[in-house]
Every structure is written in C-alpha cells, then in structure tokens.
C-alpha cells in the first residue's frame, strides 16, 4: 500500500497518517510546506522518502517510530525537531547542500542509522541530533561547521575517526558522552573541551602537540597522538 499526497496540497495535519502500518511507499508533492505533529507516525517499512525542497517544518515526531530505511532532507534549513526520532531500521540520512542548521534531536535514538551523508554548507550541529544512534559508523563533517549542540554525538557507534574542523571553537557539556567513537582529530589548537564532554567515553585525541586539546587529554588520562 501507498501513500501519495498529490500537488497543490501545502499541509498534511496532525495525525493525518500516524501508525498506518501497511505503507510501504509514501510520496511527498513539491508544494509541501508543512507537515504536522506525528502526521506520518509508526508508518510502515517506506524504502526512501525524499523530503520536498520547499517543505520548511515537519511537526515533533512527524515520522517518529516508523520504518523508513533512507531519508533525504530538504536543501534548507527547515524546522525537523524531532522529526524522525526513534526511527529504528532507518539506516542512511543524506543532508544536501543548502542546510546549514541540523534540527534538535532529528534523529534521536535511530539505532540502526549507520550512514550520514552532509553536505558543504552545513554551519551547526543541533543538540541531539545522533544521540543514541548506536550504529553510526559513517559521518563527516564539512570545513564550514562551526557549532555542535550539547549531546549531539551522546551514544553514538563505532565511527572510527571524526575530524572536528577548524572553526569548531567549543565541544559542549555530554557531546561525545559514552560514544564509540575510535579517534577524535582537533583542528583547531584553542578548543575549549567542556570537562564533560566525554562522559566514561576514551577517545584517542589527535592534534597539536602544543593546542589546548593535548592539555585536555593529558588531564583526563586519554591517549595522544600528534597530528
């Protein structure tokens, strides 16, 4: 069974379609604009839903408990709080050029998500945004991040190296809080680490030699290496 939601219709309402279980396609027009609170809700095993270009938000949990293998947001920075939380077999997220912003919480506890695929203009990484994606082993973040929210990789998998860019200035209280990941690259030499921005998580640190992130690991017993 399927879902089509044909042209012209700007809105889908709360509810509209929450825990119809039996879809196994959903298609989004391109004059979407909003989508509301749990409209798509414990929907069922979509393969890929493509979010339209001008949709601008997608209401809490709007496609929360579902389960979407593949998602593609919208080139923009639309409001997806929470909007694809607890999606338990999604498994690839692309965020395309055009994003600068990754909303609070997107894809909060998405167990299975393994692969992140962002795009060059992303600016900031909202609070939540992977925590609890314990599978996540593929993700990159482009030169141009400069912000990444508190708990933003809290519980994350088995990624083996995540290189923080240069313009990062801050790691936040809980950002990589009992995460899997492997080797933490600093680029920048004055980055302030929150003294609990890595919960019982040990990282290998890699940076300068003389940078405030060598000083950070020598205090909190975690393994160096010079880049």
């Known amino acids: 069974k399927g879902i089509v939601i044909e042209s012209g219709i700007t809105r889908v309402g709360d509810w509209a379609f929450g825990r119809f279980g039996n879809v196994c396609e959903l298609s989004l027009p391109p004059t979407l604009v909003t989508i509301g609170t749990q409209s798509f809700f414990r929907i069922g095993s979509v393969p890929r839903v493509v979010l339209p270009d001008g949709l601008t938000k997608a209401g809490q949990s709007a496609f929360g408990y579902s389960k979407i293998k593949s998602v593609v947001l919208p080139p923009n920075d639309a409001n997806l709080y929470i909007a694809f ?3 338990s077999e999604l498994i690839k997220a692309e965020i395309p050029d055009g994003v600068t912003k990754i909303s609070m919480g997107i894809f909060l506890n998405c167990k299975n998500l393994k692969t992140v695929k962002t795009g060059s203009t992303l600016v900031e990484i909202g609070q939540e945004s992977f925590s609890g994606c314990t599978s996540l082993e593929n993700i ?3 030169e141009s991040v400069c912000a990444i ?3 933003a990789f809290k519980n994350t998998g088995n990624i083996g190296m995540l ?15 009992n995460s899997g990941i492997g080797n933490i690259y600093f680029e920048n030499d004055n980055i302030n680490i929150d003294s609990a921005a890595f919960g019982e998580s040990k990282p290998q640190i890699t940076a300068s030699p003389n940078g405030a992130a060598k000083t950070f690991a020598d205090a909190n017993g975690l393994e160096f290496a010079e880049a």
């Open 85 to 87: 939380a607890n999606c």
């Open 163 to 177: 290189s923080i860019p240069q313009g990062v200035s801050a790691i936040p209280e809980g950002c990589f809080e």
């Open 140 to 142: 990159s973040l482009s």
């Open 149 to 151: 929210g508190k708990k």
